[in-house]
């Protein structure tokens, strides 16, 4: 399993693969490093009145380059082909436009006094660590140039600007039963369901290719070992979503719990046939038992899985007075009024700073040149 997203990070930003896997959502400790001799007339990566090793400021705090240096190497770290000079260079800026954001929030929080406890962040730090053994969580630490302390770092932030939105944003945002019912009311074909839908989650073990990059691939009888491996820990009674997390090698669902999202019945009748019927004999809350998954096209054994019937949709009208309709239109409304409510947050925020991109400047300077 990646350990990419062992942090979430600011919305539409993440650490390479290491902040996407253990979470959704990741606050990424970053720096920015100056553009290679490829970029003629960025000589030195002299950024601006700060000194050379100032990218940005934002009101007194200073964006070094170290910061991002950290961020890009992370970012490319195990890719197989190195970026060229103009995705580099497009990567560093983006990295440093992410950083000034960052910092924006940050001394916003300090200032409302809601920053991240030590404790908060421990807490944090070993939940995400707890899935692997020691050795497996440094491993992972190393393969994207991280340290502890750089996880610690991406961790605080993190909690530090979700405790900010909360009391800025979230804790601003009501939906009323009256906002619920005229939605419905608006929408009320959308709710009805012309077939049945199957909620379904799965924990897939892989054959005869790695499920890591470098890792060595899985033979027939190590997939199966491991995969009767965690059969028999769910049927110990542990957690079905805990072990796909720490075990399943589908790299799209892993770091979700397994959770393969609802499934129309016309779509769930185009999958392999052993998982379908095993997934039209379960009951909401089961699992099966371990699956075959045969590549259709040559017949060859791809894996194993266990699939899990999260939830079962029966074909008609939802009514409103049904809860989940209910919570759906919420969280809709909700996520709605908030997405707003942020975007305008966010540009009051940078209204009020002061923000000096020395590392724009210098591109715009070296383009006129060229």
Known sequence: MKISGIVPVLKGFRRGRLIHTLN??????????CMVAVFAGMSGCNSGPGGQDVMAKVNSYKILRSEVDKSYNSQV?????????AEEEALRLQILLHLIDLQIHLQQADKLGVMATDDEVEAKFNQLKAPYTQEEFQKRLKDQNLTEADLKQDIRRNLTIEKL?????????????????????????????IEPRYHVAQIQVLVGQPAQPGA?????AEARQKIQMIYNRLESGEDFSQLAGQWSEDPETAHNGGDLGTI???????????????????????YSQIIPVINPNNRQLVGYRIVKLMSKEQAGQRELNDPAVQQWIRSQLKGQREQLLRAAYD???RNKAEIHNYYADQIMKTTAQK
Request: aromatic content about 4%; charged content about 25%; proline content about 8%.
């Open 165 to 193: 939105l909360n009391k800025e944003i979230a804790s601003k945002v009501s939906i009323s039963d009256a906002d619920i019912s005229n939605y419905y009311n608006q929408h009320k074909p959308d709710f009805n369901l």
């Open 216 to 220: 060595k691939a899985q033979t027939d």
């Open 264 to 286: 129309p019945e016309s779509a769930l009748k185009n999958t392999d046939v052993p998982t379908r019927d095993a997934i039209q004999k379960l009951k909401p809350g089961q």
């Open 24 to 33: 959704s959502r990741s606050v990424c400790a970053a720096g920015v490093a």
């Open 347 to 349: 540009e009051v925020l």
């Open 77 to 85: 770290a195990g890719s197989p082909q190195k970026p060229t000079a």
